[in-house]
Each structure stands twice: as structure tokens, then as C-alpha cells.
């Protein structure tokens, strides 16, 4: 991608960098920053000839926003889907169904994301006989918001070869009606014969797909994200050509990927370790999943679930399992991202990177993924371990209040505790987990500040309002604290001489402006390498 002097100035530029909080002009070489300052200085000593000028047109840079954990394949694929995010109500759900099935020739499966019964009114998920009705002749496939949950017909079940009497299988379970019956439930594991059942898409296609998630991102504001996308792709070395091949075409858009464990057998052959790549596609963790999510009541709680006291979650991998997998992704030279949303699966986690720790301060730190329900206890087991929390903010109004009931009065105050982890000395990257919630920092950045959804929903004081984030602390963790978690806090996370020309440039103050019109800023201008990706 080719290089030039570029100086940009008609604007407020905050660079989070303690010795200069706030610059009027920032000058770039070969896609590092070289000089910020005052416009007059700076103009003087590097505004001559062949200098490509940029106008902010009056609007507010800050270091450019990255997103610390996202599934970038799986949220381009669900330009392809039905969406449920909207749907309120299980006859919304079925008719949405419908119209997708009259499109759809016979035979071929149909797909969804996104519903979520917690936003229903009668809190009604369709059975698997409505939606044989609906779709007698079509596989049907319906993922939850939370992704650890699915919904299907009969025939995706006969297309999946998963008959009435299948026992639930190792890490997953079916759901049973109050006869015994499949009454269309998928939980976790069990969903991998259906998905494995489906046409897969070609390389070309995902290389689409990814392409169409990136220019969103761009457009969100975003210079970068963290991405686990092997369980969609299927092959590390797909992977990387695809994001390798988007740069090279134009697509400015720095990621870091994590290698989900059962493909460490690909990252031994291919001779990949933990940090290779170059300034655009760097190879990250090995990610592990510990439980599922408390929207499908499979995040493993060390207390029964309050509104359903038979249930404490589930553990996708046994003690021994998770030792295993974590000595293997040590051995070589790995550090572990673990998806641990109950507070018993991130005392396992802990307990696991305790007794398997890595050889000191590593470039790059082990991350604890959502860390939704932590414990005080745990809290302080982790300031002895260098790990990062990579949290979901956005989570924050998304669960709320229905996740008060669901956890009780004994473990909701260590509900998306941010304020306390920080207080405590914890690292805090920032991401969306998108598709899951929606593909924007602002979002993200209004949660950790409210504490509630846009629109003055919610107590006005937010829920917990104690673990509310200052606006300087919400853009951190996605600045800053997304930085660090990919070992690279010398090269971006602030505006800084020396680091990557990555800027995001909106049209109001994020760290003045009402916390309540964060939603609606609108992003100007998205820079990395000093080259514009996107422009509004």
C-alpha cells in the first residue's frame, strides 16, 4: 500500500497521551506519525511542498478505535441470513420465516440469527412442529443472539442425521420436550451435525463477505479488530490470504486473529506462532471456550440459575480437558484467550493459567474473553496474572435487566463489573463480540458510561451505576486497552510520535459531549496508515 507525507489539521486531535492530552496538528510519514502539535509549529516544520493536507472539517480525532474481540467472517455472512435483532414476539419470528421460505427453492436450508427471547413479549421461542409447519419442505436453522444456542426443524434434524432417539452428544445437549421429545434445541456442541450438514461457501465468497464486514468497520470508525473467525473459514491458511489479499486490494484495516484450538494441528504444520505477521495480519492466542452464554443459561454459574434453579450452566470442556488444551497451546508458545462469561468457568480458567503460567511479561498476554460474572475473590486472583480482560460493554445493555433475575441477588453486583476491574489494576480491551451486538464502538463506549440502552431506557442512574466508566475510561478500553491485549501498545492506542497513523475522527467530542448522543455521532473520517479508508 503505498506511502506518503500527509498533515492533518482543522480540528480538536485528543491523543490519550498523558505528556500531550490534545494536539491542533498531526504530521505523517510512511504511516507512522512523526510530529503533533501546535498547528503553527507543526505547519512550519514539516507544511512544505508534496505534503498531502487533510481537513478535519472542524470535527474531534482520537486514536483510532479497535475492537478487541469479533467474529468479522460471521458478521459478513449475515448479510446472507434472516435478522430476529428486531423481532419482538414469536409470531414476528415465524412470519420473517416465511417470507424467506416463499424466496427459497424447495430443499435448500434457511437460515437465522439473532432472535433472543428475552426481548419477546411473551418470552416464546416457536416449536419445532411450528416450524415444520412453516417449512416442511426446507431445512431451517435458527442461531440465537448468543451463538452458544440454536433453533431447527425436522428436516434439518433428518439433514443432520440426528434422530429422535440420538443421545446428547460430548459438550452439547438437545432439547426435550415434556414427553422426551426434540423439541428443536440445539445447546453448544450439538449444533456442529447441522452445520456441518450445510453447503459450505466458497473461498471466493467468504473473501466477499469478510471484504463487506471490513468496509463496515471502516465506516463505524475502526481501524483494526481482534477476529475469530476459524470456526466459520475452517483453515488458518484461508484466513490469512483472505485478509492479506483485502489489504493488497486497498481495504486498510489492521487485524489480529485468534486460533481456535482444534486447528493447532494447521498451525504445526504451517509453522505459525503466537505474534508472526506484519503490520496488517498478526497472529494472536489460542482461543478456548470454558462455557456458553446466560442468555441460553449455559454460562457456568457456581450457583443455580435464579428463574431456573434446576440449571448451573454448562462446561464445554472438562478440568482435565482445559488443562490439556492450555499446556498444548504453551508448548507452543501460545498465550490462551478463554471464553469465560460465568463466574465457575473463570475460576477455572484462573485456576488452569495458575498452575500452567506464562514466562513472565510474554509480548502478548493471555485474555480472559467477556469475564461477565467475576467474583471479588477472582478479581484479585487475576491481578497476580498477566491476562487481559477482553470486555463487551455493549453486553451491558443488552442483559440488563433480565440478567438480574437470571443470576440473583448473589451474584448480579459482579455483573460486567468494568469499573471495579479497573479500580483494581486489571487491563480492559474493548470489543462488541459482533455479530452477537452491533458492529460499533460508540455503542459500546454509551454502555460503559450509562449503564443502560440508547434512548433514556433503563433508570436514568443506569444499572449497578457504581461500575459506570468515565468517558476517558470507556474510549481507553477501546484504544488503549485493545492495544495492549495484542502487544501492541508501542505501535498504537494513543497519537503518539513514533506510532501508526491510525485516527478516527467524529463529528462531536466523545469525551465532552452528553453520553446520550453518543449513538447518534457520526463518524467523519476513519485513517489508518495516515490513508483515508473511509470517509462520511
Not at 232 to 244: A, K, V
Not at 285 to 293: E, L, M, N
Not at 343 to 368: F, H, K
Not at 395 to 414: I, Q
Request: glycine share 10%; hydrophobic share 40%; with cysteine.
Amino acid at each position: 500500500m503505498p506511502m506518503e507525507k500527509v498533515l492533518l489539521t482543522g480540528g480538536r486531535i485528543f491523543t490519550l497521551d498523558a505528556e500531550r492530552p490534545e494536539a491542533e496538528a498531526l504530521y505523517v510519514e510512511k504511516g507512522r506519525i512523526v510530529a503533533l502539535g501546535d498547528r503553527e509549529e507543526v505547519e512550519l516544520q514539516h507544511g512544505r511542498a508534496g505534503v498531502r493536507r487533510i481537513d478535519l472539517q472542524g470535527g474531534f480525532a482520537v486514536p483510532g478505535l479497535v475492537d478487541s474481540h469479533l467474529h468479522l467472517a460471521m458478521f459478513g455472512r449475515k448479510f446472507l441470513l434472516i435478522d430476529f435483532s428486531r423481532t419482538r414476539s414469536k409470531e414476528e419470528m415465524l412470519r420473517l420465516l416465511r417470507e424467506r421460505v416463499a424466496k427459497t427453492p424447495p430443499g435448500e436450508w434457511v437460515l437465522g440469527s439473532n432472535w433472543d427471547e428475552n426481548r419477546f413479549r411473551e418470552g416464546e421461542i416457536p416449536t419445532r412442529e411450528e416450524l415444520d409447519d412453516v417449512a416442511p419442505g426446507h431445512p431451517v436453522l435458527l442461531t440465537r443472539v448468543c451463538h452458544h444456542v440454536r433453533l431447527a426443524n425436522s428436516a434439518a434434524f433428518r439433514a443432520a442425521k440426528v434422530a429422535e432417539d440420538a443421545p446428547d452428544p460430548p459438550r452439547g445437549a438437545y432439547g426435550r420436550d415434556a414427553s422426551g421429545r426434540l423439541n428443536g434445541l440445539i445447546y453448544e456442541e450439538a449444533s456442529r451435525p447441522f452445520l456441518d450438514a450445510q453447503p459450505r461457501p466458497t473461498f471466493g465468497q467468504w473473501k466477499e463477505m469478510v471484504r463487506q464486514a471490513v468496509k463496515y468497520a471502516l465506516s463505524r470508525g475502526l481501524t483494526g479488530a481482534h477476529t475469530d473467525d476459524l470456526r466459520e473459514l475452517g483453515s488458518i491458511s484461508d484466513t490469512l490470504r483472505i485478509y492479506r489479499e483485502l489489504v493488497k486490494e486497498g481495504n486498510p484495516f489492521r487485524t489480529h486473529h485468534l486460533i481456535y484450538h482444534p486447528h493447532l494441528g494447521e498451525a504445526e504444520e504451517l509453522g505459525i506462532r503466537a505474534g508472526d505477521g506484519d503490520e496488517w495480519v498478526t497472529v494472536g492466542g489460542v482461543k478456548i471456550f470454558a462455557d456458553g452464554s446466560l442468555g441460553g443459561r449455559t454460562a457456568l454459574l457456581s450457583r443455580p440459575y435464579r428463574d431456573d434453579p434446576e440449571r448451573t450452566g454448562m462446561a464445554v470442556h472438562s478440568r482435565e480437558e482445559m488443562s490439556e488444551l492450555a499446556g498444548r497451546a504453551r508448548r507452543m508458545g501460545y498465550p490462551i484467550a478463554v471464553h469465560a462469561i460465568g463466574d465457575l468457568a473463570a475460576e477455572r480458567v484462573i485456576r488452569v493459567l495458575e498452575a500452567i503460567p506464562g514466562e513472565g511479561r510474554r509480548r502478548l498476554p493471555d485474555r480472559l474473553i467477556h469475564a461477565s460474572v467475576l467474583r471479588r475473590d477472582l478479581i484479585a486472583r487475576l491481578k497476580r496474572l498477566p491476562v487481559v480482560l477482553d470486555i463487551q460493554p455493549r453486553f451491558v445493555a443488552g442483559d440488563f435487566p433480565w440478567v438480574m433475575d437470571r443470576l440473583g441477588p448473589e451474584l448480579s453486583p459482579f455483573a460486567y463489573a468494568f469499573k471495579t476491574m479497573l479500580r483494581e489494576g486489571l487491563v480492559c480491551a474493548g470489543g462488541s463480540d459482533a455479530p452477537i451486538e452491533p458492529m460499533d464502538p460508540l455503542l459500546g463506549i454509551h454502555a460503559a458510561i450509562t449503564r443502560r440502552p440508547p434512548g433514556g431506557e433503563g433508570p436514568p442512574e443506569g444499572y449497578s451505576p457504581g461500575e459506570r466508566l468515565t468517558p476517558k475510561e470507556a474510549l481507553a478500553l477501546f484504544t488503549r486497552g485493545s492495544a495492549f491485549a495484542a502487544g501492541e501498545e508501542k505501535e498504537r492506542g494513543t497519537l503518539s510520535a513514533g506510532k501508526w497513523a491510525d485516527v478516527t475522527v467524529f463529528d462531536r467530542n466523545p469525551l465532552e459531549v452528553d453520553p446520550e448522543e453518543l449513538p447518534e455521532a457520526r463518524v467523519m473520517m476513519t485513517l489508518v496508515n495516515g490513508r483515508i479508508g473511509y470517509e462520511g
